[in-house]
């Protein structure tokens, strides 16, 4: 594909975003899919093409506000103040940061990096938050989400079907790896352009898929369907050969359920049916797959099983032990916002200049921002663990399918913040960091599902900080 036909689809894409803001929302996310695989087939694989989808975001922001929905913070901090003095002040740090690259170095480019790196979530979390009205918006959403991540893992069993068309294979040099009995293992990676990103992303529709399960009101067909899709991304996260997604699963599961037993039996039986059906579907495929489909997953099974072993050991290596070294190599205060970003290896930065110390998520961080980023990080996460706990003690008794669903999505947030911490690769994305900013909008929107007008105010007790807040904005006509 000629960048001229790219730059055709990108003003036909913009312009949509221009005209209706909500469907902006999808074409962001449809957007953000294509890119990899468009990126493959164009000439020189061009970086940028990475993080083009925030300009898809940032023109259907530019179209939401158009249209009389001001995408602020304040409405979210009114309802919580938890995370509004920790974010004001990364954010601060942030931009601090930023132009200490700038001064350094002389580029722009890692400048521009280390701004997207961090406050790429930003705008998504806005219109996250605007977009969703009810529990069904946020429904749909994750539906879109899943049904695109499905289209593009499919390219996984393209490759193991013997197909090696360039749009297939991995930008940039192919990572590999190693079972436990030294054989070498090819990682695939789909139609995404890295097999890291595949596996965030399939990891993350299976939890999707489960938390679907769980708030969708009847429509028992597409419940099945969902615990049918879950062997499919399942198969295609272990040839992707990134094991930690696996703990990510595991741990979703466990955080998930566990919240439901405790604030909400009556989703007992709904948790009950849920495992039925993936046992089921796990022993279909098991016996539908041809055993030598089995026998060319064994080593890749086998080196996915090693991370219980291994998976405490690496959380350790990439946090506690790092910190050490990583102050050493770049100082108390860090060498500036994105010298170890994703990306930034084109222009001078990466890991030759921050250590491979810094190859987790926190370990970047401290390299980056310094010990001040680290502590306004803590702050950041304790601030949004305060938030999601009122979040949970509001739904208690309320609608039982909202409760679910900020549940889920509380448990989504926090297995993220756990692989991040053990490897910040795949974070480094654009659009992997917007999905997540939509999710995290989904979830400060959730007092918003549950109340509106007169009730908002009974529930709440504070009728002028509510009103203030506009918890229920005016979100404009199309």
Same mark, same amino acid.
């Given at each position: 594909?000629?960048?001229?036909?790219?730059?055709?689809?990108?003003?036909?894409?913009?312009?949509?975003?221009?005209?209706?803001?909500?469907?902006?929302?999808?074409?962001?996310?449809?957007?953000? /899919?294509?890119?990899?695989?468009?990126?493959?087939?164009?000439?020189?694989?061009?970086?940028?093409?990475?993080?083009?989808?925030?300009?898809?975001?940032?023109?259907?922001?530019?179209?939401?506000?158009?249209?009389?929905?001001?995408?602020?913070?304040?409405?979210?901090?009114?309802?919580?103040?938890?995370?509004?003095?920790?974010?004001?002040?990364?954010?601060?740090?942030? $931009?601090?940061?930023?132009?200490?690259?700038?001064?350094?170095?002389?580029?722009?480019?890692?400048?521009?990096?280390?701004?997207?790196?961090?406050?790429?979530?930003?705008?998504?979390?806005?219109?996250?938050? @605007?977009?969703?009205?009810?529990?069904?918006?946020?429904? @749909? /959403?994750?539906?879109?989400?899943?049904?695109?991540?499905?289209?593009?893992?499919?390219?996984?069993?393209?490759?193991?079907?013997?197909?090696?068309?360039?749009?297939?294979?991995?930008?940039?040099?192919?990572?590999?790896?190693?079972?436990?009995?030294?054989?070498?293992?090819?990682?695939?990676?789909?139609?995404?352009?890295?097999?890291? $990103?595949?596996?965030?992303?399939?990891?993350?529709?299976?939890?999707?898929?489960?938390?679907?399960?769980?708030?969708?009101?009847?429509?028992?067909?597409?419940?099945?369907?969902?615990?049918?899709?879950?062997?499919?991304?399942?198969?295609?996260?272990?040839?992707?050969?990134?094991?930690?997604?696996?703990?990510?699963?595991?741990? /979703?599961? $466990?955080?998930?359920?566990?919240?439901?037993?405790?604030?909400?039996?009556?989703?007992?039986?709904?948790?009950?049916?849920?495992?039925?059906?993936?046992?089921?579907?796990?022993?279909?495929?098991?016996?539908?797959?041809?055993?030598?489909?089995?026998?060319?997953?064994?080593?890749?099974?086998?080196?996915?099983?090693?991370?219980?072993?291994?998976?405490?050991?690496?959380?350790?290596?990439?946090?506690?032990?790092?910190?050490?070294?990583?102050?050493?190599?770049?100082?108390?205060?860090?060498?500036?916002?994105?010298?170890?970003?994703?990306?930034?290896?084109?222009?001078?930065?990466?890991?030759?200049?921050?250590?491979? @110390?810094?190859?987790?998520?926190?370990?970047?961080?401290?390299?980056?921002?310094?010990?001040?980023?680290?502590?306004?990080?803590?702050?950041?996460?304790?601030?949004?663990?305060?938030?999601?706990?009122?979040?949970?003690?509001?739904?208690?008794?309320?609608?039982?399918?909202?409760?679910?669903?900020?549940?889920?999505?509380?448990?989504?947030? $926090?297995?993220?913040?756990?692989?991040?911490?053990?490897?910040?690769?795949?974070?480094?994305?654009?659009?992997?960091?917007?999905?997540?900013?939509?999710?995290?909008?989904?979830?400060?929107?959730?007092?918003?599902?549950?109340?509106?007008?007169?009730?908002?105010?009974?529930?709440?007790?504070?009728?002028?900080?509510?009103?203030?807040?506009?918890?229920?904005? @005016?979100?404009?006509?199309?």
């Amino acid at each position: 594909m000629s960048e001229i036909e790219v730059i055709a689809l990108a003003i036909l894409g913009l312009a949509i975003c221009f005209s209706n803001w909500r469907t902006g929302v999808v074409v962001c996310m449809v957007a953000g /899919f294509l890119l990899d695989p468009i990126r493959k087939t164009v000439p020189g694989q061009p970086v940028y093409m990475t993080g083009f989808v925030g300009v898809f975001l940032l023109a259907t922001a530019g179209s939401a506000m158009s249209r009389g929905v001001r995408p602020s913070f304040r409405a979210i901090h009114q309802w919580n103040k938890s995370l509004r003095l920790p974010m004001r002040l990364f954010f601060i740090l942030v $931009v601090v940061e930023s132009g200490i690259t700038l001064a350094r170095t002389g580029s722009l480019a890692l400048a521009a990096i280390g701004l997207i790196a961090y406050f790429a979530p930003l705008p998504a979390i806005l219109l996250g938050y @605007n977009y969703v009205r009810s529990r069904q918006d946020a429904a @749909n /959403f994750l539906k879109l989400y899943v049904m695109l991540t499905l289209v593009m893992i499919s390219g996984i069993y393209l490759s193991l079907a013997g197909y090696d068309w360039k749009i297939l294979s991995q930008v940039g040099e192919g990572l590999y790896a190693f079972a436990p009995t030294g054989e070498q293992l090819n990682l695939l990676s789909g139609f995404f352009r890295a097999p890291e $990103v595949a596996a965030w992303h399939a990891a993350t529709s299976i939890c999707a898929l489960i938390l679907l399960f769980m708030v969708i009101k009847g429509q028992k067909s597409i419940k099945w369907v969902a615990s049918m899709m879950l062997p499919f991304l399942v198969v295609a996260l272990i040839f992707t050969g990134r094991r930690k997604f696996a703990v990510e699963i595991a741990l /979703f599961a $466990v955080l998930y359920v566990s919240l439901l037993t405790v604030f909400q039996t009556s989703a007992i039986k709904s948790v009950l049916v849920l495992v039925a059906g993936i046992f089921l579907t796990f022993g279909a495929y098991t016996y539908l797959i041809p055993p030598e489909a089995t026998d060319r997953a064994v080593p890749y099974y086998d080196r996915t099983t090693t991370v219980q072993g291994e998976g405490s050991s690496r959380l350790m290596e990439f946090t506690v032990d790092a910190f050490e070294y990583v102050v050493a190599q770049n100082g108390v205060f860090g060498v500036g916002a994105g010298m170890g970003s994703q990306g930034s290896q084109y222009y001078g930065g990466g890991g030759t200049v921050v250590g491979g @110390n810094a190859e987790g998520g926190i370990g970047k961080v401290l390299a980056e921002l310094g010990v001040p980023g680290f502590l306004l990080l803590s702050w950041l996460a304790i601030g949004l663990a305060r938030y999601s706990w009122s979040i949970v003690a509001l739904t208690r008794g309320k609608d039982p399918l909202v409760s679910r669903l900020a549940f889920g999505l509380i448990s989504l947030a $926090v297995v993220n913040v756990f692989v991040f911490a053990a490897g910040g690769q795949a974070f480094g994305d654009p659009f992997i960091l917007i999905v997540l900013g939509f999710m995290l909008g989904f979830l400060f929107a959730v007092p918003k599902m549950l109340v509106a007008g007169n009730e908002a105010r009974q529930t709440l007790g504070r009728p002028r900080t509510w009103e203030r807040a506009r918890l229920v904005p @005016n979100l404009g006509t199309e």
